[in-house]
Each structure stands twice: as C-alpha cells, then as structure tokens.
C-alpha cells in the first residue's frame, strides 16, 4: 500500500468540508494540518479530520513537516495571495479551488507564477470529474460526429451563506461568470479542444439577495445570465444560468449536436437540498440520439450513495482527489493545469465586461490586461 498523501489544508468552511470528508474516503490520503479562522468552522474541521492539527496560520500549515501537499479553500479573493505566500516559503503540490485569481490587474502576474512555481499546480474544477459528465465528455464526439453546438444549462439554487458574505460581492468573488461559471468555460474548452475567439454575455441581478444588507451594502452579484462563446474550430457554445430555478429536477444539462447527432447530459443538484416527499433524488442521465437511423437512447448513471453524502457535487471530489494524489505520486498528469484556470478565468472576465458594456470581446485569451474588465 502507499505511504499516505498528507494534506494541508488552508480554509475549511463550506467547500473546505467537502474536501475534508472525501479526502476521508480515500485509503492513501489524510490531514495532517488545517488553518481556518472562523471558530464555528474550525471546529466542524476538527471534527471531520480530529488527526489534524488545528493551527493558527497559513504558514504554519505550509511548514507543518507532515504535509506533502497543500489544498487551498479559502475565500475566493484570498487565492492568490496564499499560493505567493506559499511559494516565497515551501512549494509545495498545490490543488488550488477555483477561481485562480479574481483581479483582472493580476492576470500577467498569475500567468507568470504559474509558469515558474516549482511544483504542481492543479485547479479545482470539480464538474469535470462528475461521473455522468466524464461519460459524456468521454463519448461526446463519437456520438455527434464532431460538435458544432454546445449548451450548458445550469438552472440550481442561489448563492448559499459563507463566511463575511464575499460570496454576494463582485469585489471578494469576481463576479459571477467569474466565481460559479468558470466551471463552464473550463468545460467548453474541455470537450470542443479548442480556443475561444469571441465572447458575448447579457446577465443581471433579478431576484436574489436584493433586499440583503451587509454593513449598509447591498448585494451585487448576478443571478442569470447567457453567454455566447466562438471558438477557433468553428463550434459555437451557450452558457445558461439561472440562480432562482430550485424547482428543476436536473440542477445542470449539457448538450452537444453535431453532423451524426446529438449527446444530452442531466445531472441533478446536491441530494441535501432534494425534498423527502419527492422520493429518491433523480438518477443522472445519458441521452444519445442518432440522426441515421434515428435511434435516441437513454443510459442511466447512477452515483455511489456514499458519494453522494460527502459533498455536493455528485462525487466528483472524491475523484479528483484520488487523480490529484496520483499525479504527486508520479503516477498520472496533472489534470487541470494552472494555465487551464487562468484561461478559465479570463473567459469569465471577458463574459462580465460583456454583459456590462454591451459588447462582444473578440479574442478574450490575448487580452492585455489592462484591457480585462477592472
């Protein structure tokens, strides 16, 4: 059996304990060290990992001599700042959640930390390892032939509770194409494996959280919006969420069309927040429909229960985590590269100025940035 992957860990609160309980499944992996400030959440981290030591800064998680690695959950605006801190102390293998960074001023700075730092750098983005997401990726262009048309529809839940609120403000959590979607522009790029070259969004705040107040201000996230995406390979791709649709039966569906046919994804939201009364949570789907001979069919892809209670992303954490510790191991890639969140990132930017200004941002990725949206 391996030697165990000892985790440090920096930020424990909500996401934080989600990687803390599926971090507990995994047989070679565990906690040696955590730093989180609020009390409430630093006890509810010791209960998760009571082998940790509870300690009182981030450097003293980075020089604990126990850790191998180190997972970054903290806030988003604090990401960056921590993976500087890190590297000018230990550099340790880093598996950072998205986003990468929030300040657009930053985007050549991070570019450049992600190139020299010494270790690796593997962003968070948890979607990708979601098991009926994976099949599809995985049978996405046989079935289709080549996708020209890609959707992704995210209809969930609003923003939930975090520590201080930074998650209800632009200017802690860039901003909602930024802080929940880079999941999807990551996804894009994912399975058309190509470049964006052009990037139009219209978004707003219609419903939710405009009648909080938080030290005199209120919230100004977004809460719908579309996005447009061109990419270099000719295939063109939607973004569409809505943060008021609690009601959906499927939380996320992708789509993808091409000359042969067409490959539908539906995954439902996190099993805590299904209705008891409605029976067992929905299982996960794979629609493929083929144009010649028309044959649509339907796989079901049901997640392991003990998955499903760790966290709330349809066990997708668990498999990243067994795919992070494997790479330290030397026994595999690392999967999402820093340059993979930054390109994320940016393509977030580009659909915030969008909507903003009224405009299509041609050739988000090449960017300057002091042309990013500030």
């Known amino acids: ?5 000892m985790y440090g860990v920096i930020g424990c609160g909500m996401m934080g304990q989600e990687h803390l309980r599926n971090i507990a499944l995994l047989p070679d992996a565990g906690v040696a060290a955590i730093f989180e400030p609020d009390p409430e959440m630093r006890r509810i981290a010791g209960s998760l990992a009571p082998g940790a030591a509870l ?3 981030a450097a003293e998680v980075v020089s604990h001599p126990a850790v191998d690695c180190l997972l970054i959950a903290s806030p988003n605006h604090c990401h960056f700042v921590q993976l500087r801190e890190i590297a000018a102390t230990r550099a340790l293998p880093v598996l950072v959640e998205k986003p990468l960074f929030i ?3 930053e985007a050549s700075e991070v570019k450049a930390f992600a190139e020299t730092y010494p270790a690796p750098i593997w962003v968070a983005m948890e979607y990708r390892y979601m098991p009926p997401v994976a099949r599809f990726i995985r049978e996405a262009q ?25 998650n209800r403000f632009n200017r802690t959590s860039g901003g909602t194409f930024v802080e929940k979607c880079c999941h999807f522009f990551d996804l894009m790029r994912l399975i058309l494996k190509s470049e964006p070259v052009r990037v139009m969004a219209s978004a707003g705040q219609a419903v939710n959280h405009l009648h909080e107040n938080y030290g005199g201000e209120t919230p100004d996230i977004w809460d719908n919006g579309y996005v447009l995406v061109d990419f270099a390979s000719g ?12 009601g959906s039966r499927y939380q996320e569906e992708i789509i993808a069309v091409g000359e042969k046919g067409k ?5 439902p939201g996190p099993s805590r927040f299904w209705p008891e009364n409605l029976g067992p949570l929905p299982t996960p789907q794979l629609i493929a429909s083929p144009r010649r001979p028309e044959s649509p069919y339907t796989i079901e892809l049901p997640v392991d229960p003990t998955l499903l209670a760790a966290g709330d992303h349809n066990g997708s954490t668990f498999f990243q985590h067994k795919r992070f510790c494997a790479a330290i191991r030397g ?18 930017m580009a659909a915030q100025r969008s909507a903003r200004e009224g405009m299509a941002i041609a050739e988000p990725l090449a960017l300057g940035c002091d042309s990013l949206p500030r």
Not at 144 to 163: A, C, Q, S, V
Not at 263 to 267: F, N, P, R
Not at 334 to 343: K, P, S
Request: aromatic share 8%; hydrophobic share 50%; proline share 4%.
């Open 1 to 5: 059996m391996n030697k165990p992957v």
């Open 263 to 267: 490959i539908e994804c539906l995954v």
């Open 235 to 246: 295939a063109r791709a939607m973004l569409e969420l809505c943060m008021f649709a609690d």
């Open 331 to 348: 026994e595999g890639p690392i999967e999402v590269t820093a340059d993979d969140g930054w390109r994320a990132v940016v393509m977030g």
């Open 103 to 105: 300040d657009a001023a």
């Open 142 to 166: 046989a079935v289709t032939g080549g996708i020209r048309m890609l959707t992704i529809r995210e209809h969930r839940y609003p923003f939930l509770d975090k520590i201080g609120a930074w």
């Open 55 to 57: 300690v009182d800064s």
